[in-house]
């Protein structure tokens, strides 16, 4: 099942999104109280999972999902080349426009109608190395080749046929490559019928299931994140991230 629509295009996600990956710590969370361990997700979806030392020079990367590309641009620290794939139009726009100019002001909600603005930035030295696409996960193009590492963050359970963006990694992963999944397994029929959920409770068995023909899992880690809605409404959760290497065979 193809996707066909994405609710990820309205101006208030594109703010959130800006913001939860180019915000800085304090507009993103500036409550003392709150969860500061669950700022930077899309730098550490990258970062606690991925293994440098398995990486040579030259190393190719695809970051799908990659929504307005803050990982993407975090795996061409390891990389030499980084494709980022989103279905949303506007989140790749406001990608693409960032890569151009090197910075792109964008603004986030304090409450009601009231925004703040700020600016992302990224250097000439990473956006050199990335580039952007809109893509449907469940149908790829046949000719997108593999990759030595590849990168997937709470895309699984906002697709309508998460197995079919699963049965095509092994051919996207080069043998011997690494696989970083990040999901909260938050199943909503709005983005997956219920038929095609991975499991109900048992998730992470059934991605296990699926993936070890393939691929060996080598690291998995609880990877907190926090969203802001607006100055005084959050939404906290945690993710199960995990490595996983392509078998040679
Ligand atoms: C929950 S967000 C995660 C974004 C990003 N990886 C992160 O961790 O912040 C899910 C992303 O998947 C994208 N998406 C939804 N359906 C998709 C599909 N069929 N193919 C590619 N991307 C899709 C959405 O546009 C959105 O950017």
């Not at 440098?52 to 190719?60: D, K, V």
């Not at 590849?150 to 699984?156: E, I, P, S």
Request: hydrophobic letters at 35%; aromatic letters at 10%; glycine letters at 8%.
């Amino acid at each position: 099942m193809r996707a066909t629509s994405n609710l990820y295009e309205s101006p208030d996600l594109l703010g959130e999104y800006m913001l939860f990956h180019y915000g800085s710590a304090a507009d993103l969370m500036p409550w003392p109280a709150g969860p500061s361990e669950a700022v930077g997700f899309p730098v550490r979806t990258v970062s606690e999972l991925i293994d440098p030392a398995t990486l040579g020079e030259g190393a190719h990367g695809l970051d799908v999902g990659c929504a307005v590309g803050r990982s993407t641009i975090e795996l061409t620290s390891h990389c030499s080349r980084v494709k980022g794939i989103d279905f949303s139009d506007s989140f790749i726009r406001a990608a693409k426009e960032l890569l151009q100019k090197g910075s792109l002001s964008y603004r986030f909600r304090e409450e009601g109608d009231s925004f703040r603005s700020a600016t992302a930035t990224v250097s000439p030295a990473e956006g050199s190395k990335a580039e952007f696409e809109v893509g449907d996960a469940c149908d790829l193009p046949s000719g997108l080749g593999s990759f030595d590492v590849v990168h997937a963050a709470n895309l699984l359970c906002r697709l309508p046929d998460p197995r079919l963006f699963l049965d095509r990694l092994s051919t996207l992963v080069k043998p011997g490559g690494q696989l970083l999944l990040t999901t909260p397994f938050t199943w909503l029929e709005e983005f997956t019928p219920r038929d095609h959920w991975l499991g109900s409770g048992d998730s992470e068995d059934a991605l296990g299931r699926i993936l070890e023909p393939s691929f060996a899992r080598e690291h998995r880690k609880e990877i907190p994140f926090v969203i802001r809605e607006h100055r005084r409404k959050f939404q906290y959760s945690v993710s199960l991230g995990s490595r996983w290497r392509r078998l040679q065979t």
